[in-house]
């Protein structure tokens, strides 16, 4: 299958045919999602209309640890096996996941100003999804630090895959140490604990902002082929 991907031809192609429909799901998930999240779903009891930021917040810090682990598993691949769509796959992967990890702190802060009293505070999850940002930001700058590619990726690689320890402490932060933050809503042995008026809406945009990372994940590899054969070009007609 890895194989398969390997051809990019046929990432090209396939690529093609889920553009279209990843961005309509983008943008029907975010639309009908955000409509809910402003206009339907009720404020909280305690935050008020304050909870609002959470549409935002929640879908932001869950696409953060998820783009890392797809950061991860690509540089892995790539590392372990020379994948070369894999390594193209991680180095898209980098800003996009750095841009929701950002997003992410931002928002946090918005929510905990009004809620804590301060915008920053040093606690267990905070101080490791800043973490999380600095990993990203290192990836590519490791990356591109080389005046050959193929040390700057091995390099970065094994930079992604250590630093992925960092995501199972940023999810479970919460349960091992006394935080500020509160614990899991949504994934939890007993059940969601948000009313259905406040998840649909809350799921919509996770899923919508999913959809827009595969989209722009595809774009971004998309357009790094496309550069890598104009380079290819280029040098061929240089040389002779």
Not at 112 to 121: E, L
Not at 171 to 188: C, E, F, G, M
Not at 198 to 219: A, H, K, Q
Request: proline fraction near 5%.
């Amino acid at each position: 299958m890895l194989n398969y991907f390997a051809n990019p031809r046929r990432f090209m192609k396939l690529t093609g045919y889920l553009l279209p429909w990843m961005a309509g799901l983008t943008i029907l998930m975010i639309g009908v999602g955000g409509y809910l999240a402003l206009f339907n779903s009720p404020p909280d009891y305690q935050q008020g209309e304050t909870v609002r930021i959470m549409y935002v917040h929640v879908p932001s810090a869950w696409m953060a640890m998820f783009c890392y682990t797809t950061l991860a598993i690509s540089a892995a691949v790539g590392l372990i096996w020379k994948h070369p769509v894999a390594d193209l796959a991680a180095r898209a992967t980098a800003p996009v996941g750095a841009c929701f990890t950002f997003l992410a702190l931002l928002t946090g802060a918005l929510w905990g100003k009004p809620m804590w009293g301060t915008w920053w505070v040093w606690d267990a999850r905070l101080t490791s999804v800043l973490i999380l940002f600095f990993l990203y930001l290192g990836y590519m700058a490791l990356n591109s630090a080389f005046d050959d590619p193929g040390r700057g990726a091995k390099a970065s690689a094994i930079l992604a895959i250590v630093g992925f320890v960092n995501v199972p402490i940023i999810k479970s932060s919460v349960d091992w140490w006394n935080t500020l933050h509160q614990p899991a809503s949504i994934i939890r042995m007993d059940g969601p604990t948000i009313h259905g008026d406040m998840l649909w809406p809350l799921l919509l945009m996770i899923g919508g902002f999913s959809t827009y990372f595969g989209w722009v994940l595809m774009l971004r590899m998309r357009a790094e082929l496309i550069a890598g054969r104009a380079r290819a070009r280029r040098q061929l007609q240089a040389e002779r």
